[in-house]
């Protein structure tokens, strides 16, 4: 059996607006209209760079109808490409692309198979003069596909790696749509070796028996949590007819980002704004060389939260670190700024109540008076959580932080956690 590697891709919304962004930022809106385009652009050198046998996209190849002139021509070129370097791709669409209806290209470059919607078809793939794989595949005819479309593939009697191609909604995830809903036993019923899925943006791992993976988009669309960070393509190496690896390699150009700052320990605007750009920093330097579109959220309790308050404080506070980071490169773009603290406490008065949380406050209050139980209960917490979260404090506090710190670090998030559960 030859060995071999191939790329699976899915949802390249090719052409995809971002009108939102656009009109706040106009240089910002340039770099996202171009990304999908450079995303394309990246997935095709990634396959050329791995060597790879062929390319799979599984769906949702373009946004929509209305921006397919410019999405089609780029695609068309980019799979050109590829097929001038003797590799294959195989097509299969999802609901925002289905068959029926606009498709402005006929005749697609030599090696390119886009699947019909009629029936599941199996294309064979010999490399080198030997059968190497099988690749079945179908597309949505039109948007709305209810159907279970897994239960139409079955593996045949070919020698060989088996893939299967679809768009679909696996386990019928409630956050999206479910397009050509079908369960894990479905896929298992068509005793395939990889199943290269579309639909869910998230990239993960269904399944290892047999293989099912949703590469996610090849680049973020939104600050929604599944459209955030790295984005790309998977590149499935193949051994002996099994898989040997699977790898993630990011397309993207453009990366959306969450950050968050605690303002417990900052006592005003000015630390809050120091942090806030040290916490942009932090991301920058993880996501080098990417446009990051930012939403920054402000946790816990301290007297930053009242300066918050103020009428316009955190659009305010928005426009001037946006004005901060103007005509960077690669460029930052503060998408939101999000105020979620909570004023400090009056300790004396929950003291007072004599609840739980008071409970807590003279559990602490003995502990810094008592260096001894403090240090006897820092070891007895190590002991079953060794190289857990204890271990690590202690080992903090072999470094800069003072066992008082990590005491009142751990307090303060201790009585959060009980006041939030009284909230
Ligand atoms: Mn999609």
């Given at each position: 059996m030859i060995d071999f590697c191939f790329v699976h891709a899915a949802d390249?919304?090719?052409?995809?607006?971002?009108e939102g962004v656009a009109k706040a930022a106009p240089e910002v809106g340039d770099a996202l209209r171009e990304a999908s385009l450079e995303a394309l652009d990246r997935l095709v050198a990634l396959t050329l760079d791995e060597g790879a046998a062929f390319l799979v996209l599984a769906g949702d190849?373009?946004?929509?109808?209305?921006?397919g002139v410019r999405a089609q021509l780029r695609l068309r070129r980019a799979l050109e490409r590829l097929g001038e370097h003797g590799v294959r791709t195989f097509i299969a669409h999802g609901n925002h692309d289905?068959?029926?209806?606009?498709?402005?290209?006929?005749a697609w470059p030599e090696g390119v198979h886009v699947f019909g919607s009629r029936w599941v078809e199996s294309v064979a793939v010999e490399i080198g003069g030997e059968m190497a794989a099988t690749v079945h595949g179908v597309s949505y005819a039109?948007?709305?596909?209810?159907?279970?479309?897994?239960?139409?593939f079955a593996r045949g009697e070919a020698p060989g790696f088996h893939i299967g191609v679809l768009h679909a909604n696996v386990g019928s995830?409630?956050?999206?749509?479910?397009?050509a809903p079908c369960s894990l036993a479905d896929l298992r019923a068509?005793?395939?070796?990889y199943w290269a899925l579309g639909h869910i943006h998230r990239r993960h791992e269904?399944?290892?028996?047999p293989w099912v993976m949703y590469p996610g988009d090849t680049q973020g669309r939104s600050p929604k949590p599944a459209e955030s960070g790295a984005k790309g393509a998977l590149v499935v190496e193949v051994a002996g007819a099994a898989v040997r690896e699977v790898r993630f390699v990011p397309t993207d150009t453009v990366r959306f980002v969450h950050g968050e700052v605690d303002v417990?320990?900052?006592?005003d605007l000015a630390a809050l704004r120091a942090a806030l750009l040290e916490t942009a920093d932090a991301l920058r330097a993880e996501h080098a060389g990417r446009g990051l579109l930012v939403r920054l959220r402000l946790r816990g309790r301290g007297p930053a939260h009242a300066v918050l308050r103020g009428p316009r404080a955190v659009d305010d506070l928005l426009d001037d670190l946006r004005d901060e980071w103007r005509g960077a490169t690669p460029f930052l773009w503060l998408e939101s700024l999000r105020d979620e603290t909570l004023s400090p406490l009056d300790l004396d008065e929950v003291r007072r109540r004599g609840d739980f949380s008071a409970e807590l406050l003279a559990l602490a209050d003995g502990l810094r008076a008592d260096g001894e139980r403090r240090t006897a209960l820092l070891r007895e917490l190590d002991e079953p959580l060794h190289r857990g979260r204890a271990a690590r404090w202690v080992a903090e506090l072999e470094g800069a932080e003072s066992e008082l710190a990590v005491l009142r670090r751990a307090e303060a998030r201790a009585l959060d956690l009980l006041e939030q559960g009284q909230a």
């Open positions: 390249l919304h090719l052409d995809t607006p971002f190849i373009y946004d929509g109808a209305e921006r289905p068959l029926t209806g606009w498709s402005a290209i006929g039109r948007r709305e596909t209810s159907e279970n479309l897994a239960l139409r995830d409630p956050e999206h749509a479910a397009y068509a005793r395939l070796d269904v399944s290892r028996d417990g320990g900052l006592d």
